[in-house]
């Protein structure tokens, strides 16, 4: 079986987003949009040692996920929107065959959503 690129892209970004630790940091980036946070803000608010959050900011750099601009002797890290989309687009490309709406259903009014449903 021939890999397309695009695949090959895919499974990166989801192999990066497989640890725990990143998973976290990305999710957190997200939350943090427009603006972005330098590594330190991020070690801080997560409870990890600043000098570990490198590794997985880097894993996430190299996959498209985030994007890094340098501040003087800072790096601001966001959260790359576009290409989350893209990921989310290609996951969901063929939800449902057509069959069923894939949106998720609406709470009734009252009802409680745990995000971990």
Excluded at 14 to 36: C, D, K
Excluded at 50 to 58: D, T, V
Excluded at 65 to 79: D, I, K, S
Aim: proline share 5%; with cysteine.
């Amino acid at each position: 079986m021939e890999v397309s690129k695009e695949t090959e892209i895919v499974v990166h970004q989801l192999e990066s987003l497989a640890s725990p630790i990143r998973l976290e940091i990305f999710r957190f980036l997200v939350e943090q949009e427009p603006t972005g946070l330098v590594s330190g803000d991020i070690a801080e608010h997560l409870d990890l040692p600043h000098n570990g959050i490198s590794f997985h900011l880097k894993s996430l750099q190299h996959a498209g996920l985030v994007t890094v601009q340098r501040e003087g002797r800072y790096q601001r890290y966001r959260a790359n929107i576009p290409v989350v989309r893209g990921l989310v687009a290609y996951l969901t490309e063929n939800c449902c065959r057509g069959t069923q709406n894939c949106a998720l259903p609406q709470p009734l009014e009252g009802e409680c959503v745990h995000e971990d449903t």
